[in-house]
């Protein structure tokens, strides 16, 4: 079973300032790799997918790169609303298995 | 606009059964594979289960494999989670999610369309 590791637990970040987010897979998967953005009492958000592809409607702020087993999520100048928990997701439908990451807290410094 | 809802949550006690819906809105739901994933109190995103749009294909995370059944109804839009044997730790909120491509593709777990969550708490 491939296990999604994420660091730090939290990142403490200015308004303004650069977040740079990090996930690692135990085993290669290649760039089948999202990550999600989630508020306090909201669903999750698709930010990424293919490791480095914006979703729909995603500001350019928010970019990922990436293959293998190492993935980086950074967001540049860091805005109130992007303070939330990121998740990186491993996906692959062949075999089906998705896995998340426990998560990114990244928090106002 | 694109849309899923949950409902079904409720407290109950372990060992007891629960079935959970998830209704879909504002797209053609019958090209879509649909996921629950679930987040226990303070705690992380867990996938829990999918199905291929058309049904014929059916996952499930290992710690509800053989406890919980996913199945859909394409003429009503909606798909169920029957969760039976439940137990303390599956307490959470269970969310139903919306791949972000049809067909059950390359893409299928990727989810670009989120409910707003049901509340499951298993408590004797």
């Known amino acids: 079973e491939i296990v999604m590791t994420q660091s730090p637990a939290t990142l403490s970040v200015s308004p303004g300032e650069r977040a740079t987010l990090s996930c690692r897979a135990s085993q290669s998967i290649s760039r089948n790799l999202a990550w999600y953005q989630q508020k306090p009492g909201q669903a999750p958000r698709l930010l990424i997918y293919?490791?480095?592809t914006r979703a729909t409607g995603i500001p350019v702020r928010f970019s990922g790169s990436g293959s293998g087993t190492e993935f980086t999520l950074t967001i540049s100048g860091l805005q109130s609303e992007d303070f939330a928990v990121y998740y990186c997701?491993?996906?692959?439908?062949?075999?089906?298995?998705?896995?998340f990451g426990q998560g990114t807290k990244v928090e106002i410094k | 606009q694109e849309q899923l809802v949950e409902s079904g949550g409720a407290v109950v006690q372990p060992g007891r059964s629960l079935r959970l819906s998830c209704r879909a809105s504002g797209f053609t739901f019958s090209l879509y594979g649909i996921h629950w994933v679930r987040q226990a109190p303070g705690k992380g995103l867990e996938w829990v289960a999918a199905?291929?749009?058309?049904?014929?294909?059916?996952y499930y995370g290992d710690s509800v494999k053989g406890r919980f059944t996913i199945s859909r109804d394409n003429t009503n839009n909606a798909v169920f989670l029957q969760m039976d044997s439940l137990r303390v730790e599956d307490t959470a909120v269970y969310y139903c999610?919306?791949?972000?491509?049809?067909?059950?593709?390359?893409?299928?777990?990727?989810?670009?369309?989120w409910g707003q969550g049901t509340t499951v708490t298993v408590s004797s």
């Open positions: 999610a919306r791949d972000k491509e049809g067909w059950s593709g390359y893409y299928a777990g990727v989810t670009d369309v």
């Open positions: 293919d490791a480095s």
């Open positions: 199905i291929w749009f058309d049904g014929s294909q059916k």
């Open positions: 997701q491993r996906f692959n439908n062949r075999p089906p298995h998705w896995t």
